[in-house]
């Protein structure tokens, strides 16, 4: 059964800061791996996602995958105060299931 | 970009009584799924479907049960309430990888 795990639990930081955060999954066959982003009342929507190992860019956002040591994480450039959101990650093994992690809650101070 | 409705958006029962979850999505996804969300947990999966007619069990399906009657169309039914179904329940689809969800059913059960 896979297992997936989120660090930290929440995280304050300032406006124009860099902001990392991590998820650790148990299977190794996983396949897909994605983040999701949902604000405060609203639906998760999708973030961003990868298939291989390394990173993928999109604009201030970059997803980091490391098969190897079942890690991956998402990285937001210069934050801003309406990226305040429960981050979720997932990983899925495939039968498009997707394991979704517990959670960051990210608050960015102006 | 997808849309997938949910209904009722609120809901308050007691326990033992009947709920029905209606969600419908008009993109023609295969694929549907039923969460629920609760503080620490994240989202866990309780049933998703790849057609009409299909159901398969995710993690958490004790004391749910799910029909997709259609495409568009997928159900969850409690049929014995408990307070530990008190929670936020997302409706998504999918066709492949990227889940789109549904606003939600907030469910309270006394």
């Known amino acids: 059964q896979q297992k997936v795990q989120q660090s930290p639990e929440s995280l304050i930081v300032p406006e124009g800061a860099m902001t990392s955060l991590n998820c650790t999954f148990s299977?190794?066959?996983?396949?897909?791996f994605a983040w999701y982003r949902q604000h405060s009342g609203k639906a998760p929507k999708a973030l961003m996602s990868?298939?291989?190992?390394g990173e993928k860019e999109e604009g201030r956002f970059t997803i980091h995958l490391n098969k190897a040591s079942l890690h991956f994480s998402l990285h937001i450039r210069d934050s801003q105060p309406s990226d305040s959101a429960l981050y979720l990650c997932?990983?899925?093994?495939?039968?498009?299931?997707?394991?979704f992690g517990s959670g960051t809650q990210l608050t960015v101070m102006p | 970009e997808a849309a997938v409705t949910q209904s009722p958006r609120n809901k308050v029962t007691v326990t033992g009584g009947n709920v029905t979850l209606s969600c419908r999505q008009t993109?023609?996804?295969?694929?549907m799924y039923w969460y629920r969300q609760d503080t620490g947990h994240g989202l866990r999966l309780i049933h998703y479907?790849?057609?009409?007619?299909?159901?398969q069990i995710g993690d958490v399906p004790d004391g749910y049960k799910a029909t997709r009657t259609t495409q568009e169309d997928f159900f969850l039914l409690l049929e014995l309430a408990s307070p530990s179904q008190t929670s936020l329940y997302f409706c998504?689809?999918?066709?492949?990888?990227?889940?789109?969800f549904g606003p939600g059913t907030r469910l309270l059960v006394l």
């Open positions: 990868i298939f291989s190992n």
């Open positions: 997932a990983a899925s093994s495939g039968s498009w299931q997707l394991i």
């Open positions: 993109n023609s996804h295969n694929y």
């Open positions: 998504a689809s999918s066709d492949l990888d990227t889940q789109y």
């Open positions: 479907s790849y057609g009409a007619g299909n159901l």
């Open positions: 299977d190794s066959a996983s396949q897909y």
